[in-house]
Nanobody
Framework: QLQLVESGGGLVQPGGSLRLSCAAS????????IVWFRQAPGKEREGVSC????????NYADSVKGRFTISRDNAKNTVYLQMTSLKPEDTAVYYC??????????????????WGKGTLVTVSS
Protein backbone atom coordinates (compact mmCIF):
# COMPACT_ATOMS: atom_id res chain seq x y z
CA GLN A 1 0.00 0.00 0.00
CA LEU A 2 1.38 3.38 -1.03
CA GLN A 3 1.43 5.86 1.81
CA LEU A 4 2.81 9.24 2.74
CA VAL A 5 2.81 9.92 6.45
CA GLU A 6 3.50 13.33 7.92
CA SER A 7 4.69 13.83 11.48
CA GLY A 8 6.19 16.49 13.70
CA GLY A 9 3.26 18.84 14.03
CA GLY A 10 2.13 20.27 17.33
CA LEU A 11 1.64 23.39 19.38
CA VAL A 12 4.44 25.94 19.38
CA GLN A 13 4.75 29.51 20.57
CA PRO A 14 5.27 32.36 18.13
CA GLY A 15 8.93 32.58 17.22
CA GLY A 16 9.44 28.88 17.82
CA SER A 17 10.50 26.09 15.50
CA LEU A 18 9.22 22.74 14.34
CA ARG A 19 10.49 20.14 11.92
CA LEU A 20 7.95 18.22 9.90
CA SER A 21 8.75 14.87 8.34
CA CYS A 22 7.13 13.11 5.42
CA ALA A 23 7.89 9.42 5.20
CA ALA A 24 6.88 7.17 2.33
CA SER A 25 6.03 3.52 2.49
CA UNK A 26 5.29 1.15 -0.34
CA UNK A 27 7.23 3.18 -2.88
CA UNK A 28 10.41 5.18 -3.23
CA UNK A 29 10.45 8.96 -3.27
CA UNK A 30 13.71 9.05 -5.25
CA UNK A 31 12.14 10.09 -8.55
CA UNK A 32 9.51 12.47 -7.26
CA UNK A 33 9.39 16.15 -6.63
CA ILE A 34 8.05 16.46 -3.09
CA VAL A 35 5.72 19.27 -2.20
CA TRP A 36 4.50 20.68 1.09
CA PHE A 37 1.06 22.30 1.18
CA ARG A 38 -0.88 23.78 4.04
CA GLN A 39 -4.50 24.61 4.70
CA ALA A 40 -5.51 27.01 7.43
CA PRO A 41 -9.01 26.96 8.90
CA GLY A 42 -11.45 28.59 6.52
CA LYS A 43 -8.82 29.14 3.85
CA GLU A 44 -7.84 27.48 0.61
CA ARG A 45 -4.93 25.10 0.46
CA GLU A 46 -1.68 26.77 -0.55
CA GLY A 47 1.66 25.51 -1.74
CA VAL A 48 4.44 26.11 0.77
CA SER A 49 7.57 24.55 -0.66
CA CYS A 50 8.83 21.93 -3.08
CA UNK A 51 12.08 20.10 -3.70
CA UNK A 52 13.40 18.31 -6.75
CA UNK A 53 14.09 14.58 -6.80
CA UNK A 54 17.82 15.12 -6.29
CA UNK A 55 17.31 17.77 -3.65
CA UNK A 56 19.29 20.27 -5.64
CA UNK A 57 16.42 22.61 -6.46
CA UNK A 58 13.85 24.13 -4.17
CA ASN A 59 11.00 26.59 -4.26
CA TYR A 60 9.29 28.51 -1.47
CA ALA A 61 6.15 30.54 -1.15
CA ASP A 62 6.89 34.19 -0.41
CA SER A 63 5.14 33.87 2.94
CA VAL A 64 7.70 31.35 4.24
CA LYS A 65 10.84 32.31 2.35
CA GLY A 66 13.77 32.76 4.72
CA ARG A 67 11.97 30.96 7.56
CA PHE A 68 11.28 27.46 6.18
CA THR A 69 13.78 25.02 4.72
CA ILE A 70 12.86 21.92 2.75
CA SER A 71 15.26 19.00 2.51
CA ARG A 72 15.23 15.32 1.72
CA ASP A 73 17.06 12.16 2.63
CA ASN A 74 16.43 9.66 -0.14
CA ALA A 75 18.25 6.94 1.81
CA LYS A 76 15.58 7.29 4.50
CA ASN A 77 12.80 7.84 1.97
CA THR A 78 11.88 10.96 3.91
CA VAL A 79 11.45 14.66 3.25
CA TYR A 80 11.61 17.38 5.89
CA LEU A 81 10.29 20.86 6.39
CA GLN A 82 12.22 22.84 8.97
CA MET A 83 10.10 25.74 10.15
CA THR A 84 11.57 28.59 12.17
CA SER A 85 10.36 31.99 13.37
CA LEU A 86 6.85 30.61 13.33
CA LYS A 87 3.93 33.02 13.29
CA PRO A 88 0.27 32.54 14.24
CA GLU A 89 -0.60 32.77 10.55
CA ASP A 90 1.45 29.61 9.94
CA THR A 91 -1.22 27.68 11.83
CA ALA A 92 -2.57 25.06 9.44
CA VAL A 93 -2.70 21.41 8.56
CA TYR A 94 0.45 20.64 6.61
CA TYR A 95 0.40 18.03 3.88
CA CYS A 96 3.16 16.46 1.88
CA UNK A 97 2.58 15.28 -1.66
CA UNK A 98 4.43 13.86 -4.63
CA UNK A 99 4.73 15.12 -8.17
CA UNK A 100 6.08 12.92 -10.93
CA UNK A 101 8.06 14.39 -13.78
CA UNK A 102 10.92 16.75 -14.42
CA UNK A 103 11.53 19.73 -12.15
CA UNK A 104 9.56 22.88 -12.74
CA UNK A 105 9.72 25.68 -10.22
CA UNK A 106 6.62 27.27 -11.72
CA UNK A 107 4.58 24.07 -11.82
CA UNK A 108 5.71 22.13 -8.77
CA UNK A 109 2.41 22.71 -6.94
CA UNK A 110 0.36 21.13 -9.72
CA UNK A 111 -0.30 17.63 -11.06
CA UNK A 112 0.03 15.97 -7.67
CA UNK A 113 0.11 12.17 -7.58
CA UNK A 114 -0.12 11.19 -3.92
CA TRP A 115 -1.13 13.00 -0.75
CA GLY A 116 -0.50 12.41 2.90
CA LYS A 117 -3.21 12.89 5.50
CA GLY A 118 -1.59 15.90 7.09
CA THR A 119 -0.21 17.03 10.42
CA LEU A 120 -1.55 19.97 12.41
CA VAL A 121 0.70 22.87 13.30
CA THR A 122 -0.66 25.39 15.78
CA VAL A 123 1.29 28.55 16.54
CA SER A 124 -0.12 30.24 19.60
CA SER A 125 0.93 31.72 22.90
Amino acid sequence: QLQLVESGGGLVQPGGSLRLSCAASGFTLDYYTIVWFRQAPGKEREGVSCISSSGGKTNYADSVKGRFTISRDNAKNTVYLQMTSLKPEDTAVYYCATRWGSWSSAACYYDIDYWGKGTLVTVSS
